[in-house]
């Protein structure tokens, strides 16, 4: 191999004696790590044999290179310039392979001296070893089938929005301050409470609640320890089983003849106890999601467990006196499980459809609903956080569509897709436009969240109402319109069909207020009632509203269109007291209504921080003209 190499220039960086000692040592070192008679097996077999006897320096090279990295191609003669680092490259080589013989060596010696003193137990883990194979119901398809499980393991997809999103601390928790400290005052406390949450959906309930837990956790003077638990379940996937065999919430006992039992244990007739949600969640919280939702039967038995702060079990197969019961199985008989947690229960329910037994073992905290505003900074929020650029009109877009915070982050999360989609997968800042935003609006085929908005005029007949579901508040269209009857005292009144008997009975006792104030009688007219859009008012908190369109359309009176009343009416005038103020104070914010109108009984109901609406208590029906109608002057009386 030698004599084929060619003559080149020797130009070395180093001392040419320097890198013939180098060389020298290196073959040295490899003779001790292979021994002389393997090195040059070695070298014959990787045809390096005849370059280490050659006199030059670079064949001596190119032979150390094809045995330290056993690799027989390599010919290509080094430059002088390059040996110095090739000797350094060979050198790192012989290191690491000095390094892992010297492992090699240590752990051989350790497994000697472990074989040696742990001989006897180690044959006799062998042996067990066996059997235990030997019994093994597995053959080639179930591991294969494991393996493919396995590889399901490892792949995951990426995180969604909702998640990347999710607050990690109370203070990114938006629109929910009162809420909060509420929740705190009462489960970061030395004597905590279970609690019910109130509220629409996707204001955050169940974070908050998490949150609160771990910032109670932080405090000594709580219960709660840091391994404490937050267990979390839908109301909606509980049922009762009257079997008693299956009830994940407050645990269930395998008997022996049902499937699930412990062979070794149904073998010997052993009913054996299965732990509940109510026993995990003990020393921490239980968080149930749509309690409001749960079936009854369990709820009841629920609240027991509250009492008692365990759960009991009970079996026909449990013999105390059978001496193969194992000692856990007797205890959970005999005494029972801990279940001492705090419940905090959500839901999306009035108050006045929860169970009252519940409702008196808990505290109330309500949730506010999320105004244009709040969606606004979510959606920016969210943005940020997912690096995403947005246009500035996009966040004021999808506050128009939702009020939940889940939903608005959805709405984004299909844009920012789409975004994606059309940018053809270049991995870059997608920008999220209004068209992007309509067109997911427009394919999920989704309605603004206001549909009736506050204007600045003035109209006849026509008046906006206050309404509420599922804690929302919303504006709601009331219009009447009256003619004089064919024949005097003989006039019809109409009202939706859609509504209840409460909210009829108002329209009555406008007409009494009709005759009061302007001595005229609603007999003598044809009047029409509608609620636009055909929506179901079933109460009296309409009453009010009911009253001053009617009023308008016989007197022809306008009026303004900016201004909201809820309250109910008596036959004597009176505005009482109704629910849901707060809810319908922020929807009728939300649709741009200047002032809201509500009986002077719920005064106390009203937020003392709002911005941007002027909320005005009446007491009479007559206080409220002046804010609704631009006409003072007083109403005619004449004799009826």
Not at 61 to 83: C, H, N, S, Y
Not at 155 to 178: T, W
Request: negative net charge; proline residues 5%; hydrophobic residues 40%.
């Amino acid at each position: 191999m030698g004599s084929n190499v060619g003559e080149f220039s020797k130009v070395y960086t180093s001392d040419p004696e320097k890198l013939e000692r180098q060389v020298s040592a290196l073959l040295e070192v490899l003779a001790h790590i292979c021994g002389s008679d393997k090195l040059v097996l070695k070298a014959g077999k990787l045809e390096a044999l005849g370059l280490l006897k050659s006199q030059n320096l670079e064949d001596k090279v190119i032979a150390l290179q094809r045995i330290v990295f056993e690799d027989p191609t390599l010919d290509e003669l080094p430059e002088g310039k390059d040996i110095d680092t090739i000797i350094t490259e060979i050198e790192n080589e012989v290191a690491e392979i000095l390094a892992r013989r010297e492992v090699e060596e240590r752990l051989e010696r350790r497994v000697a001296q472990r074989m040696q003193q742990k001989h006897e137990e180690y044959v006799r883990e062998v042996k067990m070893q066996m059997i235990k194979e030997d019994s093994v119901p597995d053959n080639a398809h179930t591991l294969k089938k494991y393996a493919e499980l396995e590889k399901l393991e490892r792949r995951k997809l990426s995180k969604s929005a909702l998640e990347l999103i999710r607050p990690n601390k109370l203070s990114q928790v938006i629109g929910q301050d009162r809420a909060i400290r509420s929740l705190l005052s009462k489960l970061a406390s030395p004597f905590p409470q279970h609690v019910i949450l109130y509220g629409p959906p996707g204001v955050g309930k169940t974070t908050v609640a998490r949150l609160v837990l771990e910032e109670a956790r932080k405090l000594k003077f709580t219960p709660f320890d840091k391994t404490a638990k937050f267990v979390e379940v839908d109301g909606t996937t509980l049922r009762w089983d009257p079997r008693e065999v299956t009830n994940p919430l407050l645990g269930s006992v395998h008997d022996p003849i049902y499937q699930g039992a412990k062979r070794d244990l149904a073998e010997s007739g052993i009913p054996e106890p299965k732990l509940g949600l109510v026993t995990e969640a003990h020393g921490g919280v239980l968080f149930i999601d749509e309690i409001g939702d749960m079936d009854p039967i369990l709820l009841n038995k629920l609240l027991k467990v509250l009492e008692d702060k365990r759960v009991y079990f009970d079996s026909s197969y449990y013999d105390p006196t059978d001496p193969n019961v194992p000692k856990y199985i007797k205890k959970l008989f005999e005494t029972g499980a801990p279940a001492d947690f705090i419940l905090i229960g959500a839901t999306t329910r009035d108050p006045s459809m929860i169970n009252p037994a519940l409702r008196s073992r808990m505290a109330e905290v309500y949730f506010e609903p999320l105004t244009c505003a709040h969606i606004v900074q979510i959606v920016k929020e969210a943005a940020s956080r997912m690096k995403i650029r947005l246009d500035s009109e996009v966040p004021e877009i999808i506050s128009d569509y939702t009020i939940e915070g889940r939903k608005a982050v959805a709405i984004l999360a299909d844009a920012i897709g789409l975004a994606l989609y059309e940018a053809g997968g270049e991995r870059k800042r997608p920008k999220v436009t209004k068209d992007h935003v309509m067109e997911v609006i427009r394919s999920a085929r989704m309605s603004p969240q206001i549909l009736v908005k506050a204007e600045d005029r003035t109209e006849v007949g026509r008046i906006l109402g206050l309404g509420v579901s599922d804690f929302v508040g919303s504006v709601i269209e009331i219009e009447a319109i009256a003619f004089p009857a064919r024949e005097a005292g003989k006039g019809m009144i109409r009202f939706n069909d859609t509504a209840g008997t409460m909210a009829k009975d108002s329209v009555f006792n406008a007409a009494s207020v009709l005759r009061q104030v302007t001595g005229k009688d609603l007999a003598d007219y044809d009047v029409h009632v509608n609620v636009i859009g055909g929506g179901l008012i079933d109460g009296p908190s309409a009453g009010a509203a009911v009253a001053i369109a009617i009023l308008s359309a016989v007197t022809e009176r306008p009026i303004r269109q900016d201004v909201a009343i809820t309250g109910e009416i008596s036959i004597r005038g009176k505005v009482k007291g109704v629910g849901g103020i707060i809810e319908k104070i922020y929807g009728a914010r939300q649709a741009g209504v200047k002032t809201v109108i509500i009986p002077r009984d719920n005064a106390m109901d009203s937020p003392p921080d709002l911005r941007g609406i002027n909320v005005v208590t009446v007491e009479h029906i007559e206080e409220i003209f002046p804010y609704v109608f631009e006409d003072e002057r007083p109403f005619s009386i004449s004799a009826s």
